[in-house]
Every structure is written in C-alpha cells, then in structure tokens.
C-alpha cells in the first residue's frame, strides 16, 4: 500500500515552501526600496484576507466580489480553450496523417502563431459585435497552436509496427483512428492542451483589459484606476495560483495517459 | 445445382493445379540514407502450393524477413512481382495472417484487447459471443488465457510472440506468414507450439499454406514440406530448396534416427555453416 505522504511527497511540499518563502523575501525587499510604494505581503495580505472574507458579493455591474470576477474569468478561458482544442485537435490529426496538409498549413500556422492576442482583439470585436465573444475569441485562436502542433507531431510519429497492426488486419479507417492513432497520439494531445491552457490563461487577463465588464483581467484594471495596489498583487497571487493549478491539473491528465513502455 | 461435395472437388482439384503463392522475379532495393540504393534480395522465384508449409532459412540479415514482407505486402517488390492465390499482392490483407519478427503489439491493450481487435475488425459477421470465443479459444492455445489481461510491457518476450502467434491464428487465414514466431520461446514451449501449429493445421485439412522464417534447422525439418535456404545479402538469391521427404504425422523423438532426417540436416547445415570443424578455423 502507497501512504498518501510518501517521502516524495513531504519534499515536494518543503520546496515548495521554501519557494513561497523567497518570493515573501523579494517582495519584502522590493517593497522596502520602494518604500512601501508598492505595498509590502502583510499589507496586501489584510486586502486579500477582506477580499476572501466576502468572495460573491454582487453590488451592480462594476463592484462585484473576487470570486465572482474569478469565475467568469475561467468561464470564459473554459470557452475559448475548448473551442480553440475543438478545432486543434482535428486538424493537428489531418495534419499529422498526411503530409500533403502538413505541407500546405505549415506555413499558415507559422504566421498567425505568433500574432499577439491583442492584435486579434479589433477583429473578434468586429465578428462578433460584442466584446464577450471577441475576449473568447482571442483566448481561442492564440491558445490552439500549441494542442495543433502538439497533435500533429504525435500523429505523425506513430511507429510503422502499429500501423502496420492496422494494415496487417484490415482495420477500418475508425478502427484506425479510435484503436491505434489517438491511443497513440494521446499524451502528445494532452502535452499540447497543458501549453494551451497555459496560455489561454495569460491572454484572459489582456483581454478582459480591453473589454471590461466582469473578470479577473478587468478588475485588475479596475484596481489601477481605483489605485488599490494591493488588490492589483492580490489578483496577481490569484492569477498565478489558478495558473498553477490549471497545469496541475493537466500533468495530472498527462501522468494518468501516459502508459508504461511506449515501445 | 453444384452440391457441396462437388463444390469441394472442385475447390480441390483447382488447389492442386495453381500455387497458392507465386514469388516471381523478384528484387528488392531499398533507399538508403544518402541517395544510394541497397539491393536486399535479386531475382528470387518461389512457388508455393495450397497446404505448404515452407521453411525459409538463412543468416542473420539475409534478406528473409524482406522476402517475407513481399507476400504479406508490407513491403512492395521493386521489380517483379508476387500473387497470392491468383491475386497481385499490392499491400497487406486479411488473407494472409502476420506473425511479425518484432511481436507489433499495441503497447496500449491488454492481450485478450489485442487478439479481440484483429478478429473483430477481420470477423466482422460473427456476433460479439462468437469473437469472444474466437478469442479465448486461441489464447488458450497458447496457453495466455490466465494472463488475457496483462499488457504487453508486463509480459516476457515469450509471452509476447505468442500473443502475435494467437493473433494471426485467431483471423483464421489461408496462408500464415510467421517471421521467427518461435525465436523468443524456451524449448519446452517451442516444442509444444510446434504441434499445436500443425494440430490447426490439420483441424484445416492441411489446407492452410504456411511460410515461416526460421533459424533453427530442427525446426525447419520437422515442420515444413520444403525448406529453402537463403544466400547472404546484399543482393541475396536463393541457394537451394531442400525437401523434406519425411511422412507426416511425424513425431519429433522417432524422426531424428531416419537416415533422411540425418541426411537432410547434415545438407542443411553444410550449406548454412561454412566452417564444419573447429580446424578448419584454426588453420585456415
Ligand atoms: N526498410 C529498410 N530500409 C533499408 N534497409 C533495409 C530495410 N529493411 C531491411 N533492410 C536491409 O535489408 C537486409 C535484409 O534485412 P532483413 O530482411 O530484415 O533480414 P533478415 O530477416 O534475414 O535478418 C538487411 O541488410 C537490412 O539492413
Ligand atoms: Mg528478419
């Protein structure tokens, strides 16, 4: 039996601490140069600890409480995240399994891969009429590159004994597909949607600067303008934690997918 | 109305008359890294008839494995060509059950998935009862029902090929490519696999054509019809087809002491080893 605090366990957890323990220490540090310009963690702890106190309270459209903000925030990264992996995950597979498409979108991708979120922003505005769906828009065309790529690479790495197990016993194309290529093709898949979630996390922020309304990006901004600093590293502690977790999560996915012996 | 013995007859009598595999004139190159080519095999003719069992014997990297992959259409003859009960072979087809060198398990099934998927995607009218028994019945054959569950990276290489072996039976084709099926097996189990290919062979009238690559000349005299030995690469060709004259059924322990089965085997082995005596490396 494996005891659920295994050695391994305990160490993760002290380096970890010990991690948290260094970021105190910087930002102490800085804080003390700039002499408290930027506030100090047991200054912006008392904000966050009165910001956590009342999570879900709703006082009109622009004073809405953390959690609130929070959770329309991964509503919409969960949209466009979704979207963009609906799309990339199909298309990585065409690209993967024939290297006539692979020939012919490789060029594509790699002028629109590195277009800023931001550059998108005026055009999802312009389809969609509406800020909502320009912010689900950019999370989703920057965020499915790396779940395209990702795919396409696992597609067209699967060795030829497999294929070879297809051709050998007459597999159907879907046989094919569902038996041999996304078994193999899966932790690739995953790898690619642990980066992709990652960066639909970071484009959220920027996009909810520019469209306002409810959200993590937006009260932010909205700290700015209010000159609340210590809500502004509040929000940035959020930000990075809920980070942390989404990846988690995923490496969590991978670990579970990713079988013994690949060979 | 053609009554189904007739219909047998008929079959039979067609059976005898044309080969069941016909390798004719054929070469094989491949590319190699720079722009060369590496010429594998050269000008190899083979016939096989319906009910064979042929032995193809030669050193390691000869160009067995290659010729092989010519009838299981895995690999396409350069010039040349190979049929397959009168039909081009122009890829790989259920027709032909493959035994690959290497096992080609799918790393991701268990065992009893692996064999279910083969037949399945093969057999597709019989019902899903029916492939169950397929299954179960083959793995138990190769003595692997008590480990259907296990996946590939939990078994022994033995384990391994004998699941292959399970699979390429289990489509029941009417030829058999078996590359080294027995290679990784102890003796013991080796032996007893050996009877059991020629106890199917037999429940199927001795009707199933089977081609198998072996190192081993014991092997290859008491299983097969014909062995045919292999020259070394590159541009290997066939040296000689060595038959073998012995009755079957044939039992392992009572053939060894038939002059033919001494004579055979001391004509394989002194076409496969070149040095017979420990002198001759000596001082040559
Ligand atoms: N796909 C390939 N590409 C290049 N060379 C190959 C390929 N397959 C086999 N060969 C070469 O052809 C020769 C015969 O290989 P093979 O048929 O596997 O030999 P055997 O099965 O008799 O050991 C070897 O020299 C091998 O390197
Ligand atoms: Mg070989």
Redesign the pocket.
């Known amino acids: 039996m494996k005891s659920i605090f295994s050695l391994k366990t305990l160490y993760s957890i002290v380096y970890f601490v010990g991690s948290m323990v260094i970021l105190l220490l910087i930002w102490s540090l800085v804080s003390a140069i700039t002499k408290n310009e930027i506030p100090g963690p047991i200054a912006t702890w008392s904000v966050f600890f009165e910001m956590l106190k009342d999570p879900f309270y709703d006082y009109g459209p622009n004073d809405k409480g953390i959690g609130i903000q929070l959770w329309s925030s991964i509503k919409r990264v969960m949209m466009g995240f979704g979207l963009g992996s609906l799309l990339a995950i199909p298309l990585g597979m065409l690209m993967g399994g024939s290297k006539f498409t692979m020939n012919l979108l490789n060029p594509l991708i790699q002028v629109l891969r590195p277009v800023s979120p931001l550059a998108w922003f005026p055009l999802g505005l312009l389809a969609f009429k509406a800020s909502e769906g320009a912010t689900i828009f950019i999370i989703a065309i920057t965020s499915l590159w790396p779940t395209l790529i990702n795919t396409a690479f696992g597609v067209s790495s699967i060795p030829d004994d497999h294929k070879n197990v297809g051709k050998a016993f007459g597999f159907s194309r879907w046989k094919y597909i569902t038996k041999i290529l996304i078994p193999f093709a899966l932790p690739h898949i995953i790898t690619g949607l642990r980066l992709a979630i990652g960066v639909a996390w970071m484009v959220i922020v920027a996009g909810e600067m520019l469209s306002g309304g409810v959200g993590i990006g937006f009260f932010v901004w909205d700290s700015w303008n209010g000159l609340s600093l210590e809500k502004i590293l509040s929000a940035i502690l959020i930000i990075g934690f809920v980070g942390l977790l989404l990846d988690k999560f995923f490496n969590g996915l991978q670990n579970y997918f990713a079988y013994e012996n690949k060979k | 109305m053609i009554t189904e013995l007739e219909n047998e007859i008929l079959i039979e009598k067609k059976a005898e008359t044309s080969n069941c595999i016909s390798v004719k004139n054929v070469t094989i190159s491949?590319?190699?890294n720079g722009k060369g080519t590496?010429t594998?095999?050269k000008d190899i003719d083979l016939d096989i008839k319906k009910g064979e069992i042929v032995s193809i014997i030669?050193?390691?990297?000869?160009?067995?494995?290659?010729?092989?992959?010519s009838i299981s259409g895995m690999?396409k003859p350069t010039s040349g060509e190979v049929t397959v009960n009168g039909n081009k072979v122009t890829g790989p087809g259920p027709d032909r059950g493959i035994v690959f060198?290497n096992y080609s398990l799918l790393p991701w099934m268990t065992v009893y998935r692996n064999v279910y998927e083969a037949v399945d995607s093969v057999l597709k009218d019989k019902s899903a009862a029916e492939k169950k028994e397929i299954v179960e019945y083959n793995l138990k054959m190769v003595n692997l029902l008590q480990h259907k569950d296990k996946l590939p990276s939990q078994l022994s290489g033995g384990m391994k090929q004998r699941t292959a072996i399970a699979r390429a039976f289990a489509i029941n084709p009417s030829v058999l490519l078996l590359?080294e099926p027995f290679g990784a097996l102890d003796a013991l189990t080796k032996g007893s696999m050996h009877v059991e290919l020629l106890k199917i062979w037999n429940l199927n009238k001795r009707q199933q054509t089977i081609v198998m690559?072996t190192h081993d000349i014991e092997e290859a005299i008491f299983l097969s019809d014909r062995v045919v030995v292999?020259n070394d690469?590159?541009e290997?060709t066939i040296r000689e087809i060595v038959n073998i004259n012995i009755a079957r059924p044939r039992n392992k322990k009572d053939i060894v002491h038939l002059p033919e089965y001494m004579k055979v085997h001391d004509k394989l082995l002194s076409l496969l080893v070149k040095n017979l005596s420990i002198d001759d490396v000596i001082f040559e």
């Open positions: 491949f590319k190699t590496f594998a095999v030669g050193h390691s990297g000869c160009g067995k494995s290659t010729l092989m992959n690999v060198q590359d690559v292999m690469g590159p290997a």
